[in-house]
């Protein structure tokens, strides 16, 4: 790659929205796809669940749609839930038609042709998915797919470090004209203009110490598009997964919330079941509910775990069932056809993000976001099972609708200044990096996770602002690397994630906070909307979340 390419849209991120978008625009335009490590490194890969829709003859739209609006606790948008609800059987009939293997059934049991399983939340059997291992299959399947498009040129290893825009270059109009990217196998920066840029990022959930995603989760795309002058919403509704394995070797190995679907039973480690005392739902309650339970049981006890048990199913049922959870286990010395497994919550999700509408247009002419790192109104306080997939799909045919309509009247990109690394050097102390980086998650664990207090919220808050200007000075008089981009984009987010949840003088969703451990409806039925200083009217629609 030379130091300036051209393409007609740059896609950042390479799962689930990333790639189906790039799928979509194959056809009438060229397009960048670029995944900071592999194709298959972000969180689609890991996705157990699967995807909801509505499917079976006995289901109905507004039963989906009710269900996301109970769980979003009063702060969904309406009309963002409809529109991917209605979306859903294309975009499952699309992923298909791309050869995602999703599990069959037997006609007569279910009238979609394909196993639907239950997830907390929903009132029915809507979820489809490929045994526990629906994310990798689907991710799988759209790389296969997008390396036989000669229109789409896919760069591994390569790292946005920021977005191009005419505000930057001081000149007219407000728009994206691309990014400024690091080949991480050259260790060479390069710039790629693009009509339209499209943030597919993921999101941001490694700002906290315990987490399910992979290393990439780092909210690079809600950093940057901050730094470009897009607002963002609702970051203090961060989703803890109720049930990660607990084993110092298992690193962010989750164990799927259908475990629970199809009868498994958590307990304290004396054997006790809990979740009776929590919610008449019990285990089927939503994410959150069983997080904080879990959460309040291990600070009550002072235990570093609690137990998952499905070891009274069948053996058969369990392995056909989940075969994967079953496998992995069994790495980690666990047989849960026979015993219960140590699990502790994890950060899962972001349901805030780049605020954008139903296009996935954001403030920024020129700039989309899709997938985890928007902010669409879809999730509310509380996003469901398997909504996350299904907005990646419905949100990437949405955006390259509109991508594609506006193709011909979007300005090709100016040549772009190279980056100038005329006045750094090549950092001596790492350890600065590492230290902030350990810091970092450590405090937005303790004071901005599961149960949060003002006084936590304020030391968060203190640390984090020592901690940018720290990063500041860094990134100004050193070289440009792969940990001080995300530590510099972990800082950002952290920082607008406390900003968020200080906000909120209430308890909704998956925000809770021992100061205002009531819902106030009369006060707080609205989005938490950060602006930052270069922010201009919006360029898009009145996005929907708003």
């Known amino acids: 790659m030379s130091m300036q390419s051209n393409y007609d849209v740059l896609v950042i991120g390479s799962g689930a929205a990333g790639l189906s978008l790039a799928l979509r625009l194959a056809q009438h335009a060229k397009v960048a796809v670029v995944s900071k490590g592999k194709l298959q490194d972000g969180c689609t890969q890991y996705a157990q669940g699967g995807v909801s829709a509505v499917l079976d003859a006995n289901d109905t739209l507004d039963s989906h749609i009710e269900d996301t609006l109970n769980a979003g606790a009063g702060l ?23 050869g995602t293997p999703f599990t069959p059934e037997d006609p007569t049991i279910s009238s979609s042709g394909y196993h639907l399983t239950r997830e907390g939340g929903h009132s029915q059997r809507r979820v489809i998915h490929a045994d526990d291992a629906t994310g990798e299959a689907i991710e799988s399947t759209l790389i296969v797919q997008a390396k036989q498009q000669t229109n789409i040129s896919l760069f591994e290893n390569h790292i946005a470090i920021d977005l191009i825009t005419t505000d930057k270059l001081n000149l007219p109009g407000q728009r994206c004209l691309g990014g400024y990217i690091l080949d991480r196998d050259r260790q060479q920066i390069v710039a790629i203009g693009a009509k339209a840029v499209v943030l597919a990022t993921g999101g941001a959930s490694k700002v906290y110490l315990y987490t399910s995603n992979p290393d990439v989760s780092t909210g690079d795309g809600i950093a940057m598009a901050w730094r470009a002058g897009c607002r963002v919403g609702n970051l203090e509704f961060i ?13 962010s190995f989750l164990i799927t919330e ?18 009776q005392r929590f919610d008449p739902r019990e285990e089927l309650a939503p994410r959150d509910i069983v997080a904080r339970a879990i959460d309040h049981e291990m600070k009550r006890l002072g235990i570093y775990y609690v137990m998952l048990d499905i070891s009274h199913k069948p053996a058969e049922f369990i392995q056909s069932h989940f075969p994967n959870i079953y496998r992995r286990c069994l790495e980690f010395g666990y047989d849960i056809t026979r015993e219960a497994i140590p699990v502790v919550p994890a950060a899962h999700y972001t349901c805030g993000g780049i605020v954008t509408d139903l296009r996935g247009r954001t403030d920024l002419d020129g700039l989309y976001a899709i997938g985890e790192t928007a902010f669409t109104g879809l999730h509310g306080a509380n996003r469901m099972a398997s909504n996350s997939l299904l907005e990646c799909v419905v949100f990437a045919a949405a955006a390259g609708q509109d991508i594609l309509s506006r193709l011909s009247d979007l300005p090709t990109p100016p040549t772009l200044p190279a980056w100038d690394e005329s006045r750094v050097t090549d950092s001596d102390e790492e350890v600065v990096v590492s230290h902030n980086w350990d810091e970092l998650r450590r405090f937005m664990w303790d004071y901005v996770g599961i149960v949060r207090t003002n006084k936590r919220l304020e030391r968060a808050k203190r640390r984090v602002d020592l901690l ?11 070289r440009i690397s792969n940990d001080l981009i995300e530590l510099r984009n972990l800082v950002t987010v952290s920082d607008l994630i406390i900003q968020s949840a200080m906000a909120r003088k209430e308890s909704r969703g998956l925000h809770y906070t021992l100061d205002y451990p009531d819902t106030d409806d009369k006060q707080s039925l609205h989005d938490t909307l950060l602006k930052p200083k270069n922010y201009r009217p919006a360029n898009a629609d009145e996005p929907v979340g708003a």
């Open 239 to 251: 989703q803890f997964h109720p049930t990660c394995l607990y084993h110092p070797k298992a690193k």
């Open 468 to 478: 940018a200007l720290e990063i500041e000075e860094y990134y100004g008089n050193f």
């Open 76 to 98: 969904c948008n309406p009309q963002t839930v409809r529109f991917v609800v209605e979306h859903g059987k294309e975009s499952i009939d699309w992923l298909i038609e791309q």
């Open 258 to 275: 259908a475990l629970r679907g199809e009868g498994a039973l958590l307990k304290l480690p004396n054997g006790k079941r809990f979740m």
